[in-house]
């Protein structure tokens, strides 16, 4: 393939036959043979199990150099964000594509504020799932169950105004959903919403407040939860948001759409890795704190034991919000004055592993999973609810990813297969076989 600034076309010859294929050039000089007329004139198709190589869409959304371990929402640093903005204004930077203004933020979080009670029917749906049940199978269930709640949500063709108004709800109720689902796990009664407070306070008032006693929002939390929120925004074509947008591509409603990628996310090899990191590092403690042995059985393939919250599919070096995440760890424990013995752990892991050769030569680095749990935990969450907030951080992104794709009115996911099964045989009937 030729550079796209030499040639706007690349040239594949098979069978004899040449075709050109026209380039697809990014804004940041990213290169993309655009396939879609592939099969129309050569009767082939491309196969890339797990989508190593192949683009799904083209998005002004999220740019990401894994290269360089650059990460970019809508043209502003994951740095930058961190660091001086507001979970809310984020979202809304996702969303909608630019930075809001004072005007635009105010009606944003006069909305969301407006919205978050959620009907007092969900409560029931907890009653029939039983005590212990991971957090995550109720959340992919509880939003999803929004569209019983709003079924103007089912129809594909809503105005503008009217997707907004979901888009809206599921903001606003996700941190109601998420606190519910913590307070259900301790059998307390649930704190309702207040809306004089501000979205990341009002999750944490909802969580940890008891009704037997006030509580003071900390504001090491809150800016501690914030920035965490943040970091999980969005993070491109990654495997939730892919499934958004194939479910998306179908015409589902927002609600399943969302409760999809939250399936998604749970999986170990995605979101599901922050709370595997901690049950690693436990165990790591537990067995005597001798990292190298576990790092052994990381490299032995025939082990199947991997490096949780280690390694990514796109970042070929440091994953930059890992780097933010780190340090707000060792900011966050001091000024709670919270000594955790995994976090030293975690620390002589990434340094043995960031000097073994296996992983230097795979390029492994610590991805965003790996010192996230820790602040979680510090912060008094239980283990089963890391990918829960992970999830809550994802939603605009998701919502993004969607709408995205919506917008653009893409045609349904559909991939393509190399058949490899058996060829046409004749039925046999049962005595005979
Ligand atoms: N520990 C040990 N070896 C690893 C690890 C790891 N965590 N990650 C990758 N490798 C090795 C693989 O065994 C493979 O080695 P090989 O070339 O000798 O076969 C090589 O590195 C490349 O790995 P792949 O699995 O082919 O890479 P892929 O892009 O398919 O997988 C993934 C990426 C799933 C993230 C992988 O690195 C992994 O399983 N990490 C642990 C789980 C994790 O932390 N997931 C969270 C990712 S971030 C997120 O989703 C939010």
Redesign the pocket.
Known sequence: MEKATMSDTARLEINGQEVELPLIVGSENEVGIDISQLRAKTGAVTVDV?FKNTGSTTSSITYLDGEKGILRHRGYSIEDLAENASFLEVAYLIINGHLPNAEEYADWDTQIRHHTLVNEDMANIFKAWPTGSHPMGQLTALISSLSSFYPDSLDPHRSEDEQHRTIRRLIAKMPTIVAMLMKKAKGHPLIYPNNDLDYVSNFLNMTFKNVTEDYEIDPVFVEAMNKLLILHADHEQ??SASTVRIVGSSHSNLYACISAGIAALWG????G?NQKVIEMLEGIKADGGDASKFIAK??D?NDPF????????VYKNYDPRARIIKKSCDDILNKMGINDPILEIAKQLEETALADPYFVE?K?FP???FYSGIIYRAMGFPMEMFTVLFAMGRLPGWIAQWKEMRDQNQPIGRPRQIYTGETNREFVIMENR
């Open positions: 797990g990654n495997c170990p090899l995605h979101g890795a990381a490299k393939k991997r490096l949780m919250g280690f390694g990514h599919r795979r492994l991805n965003v999973d």
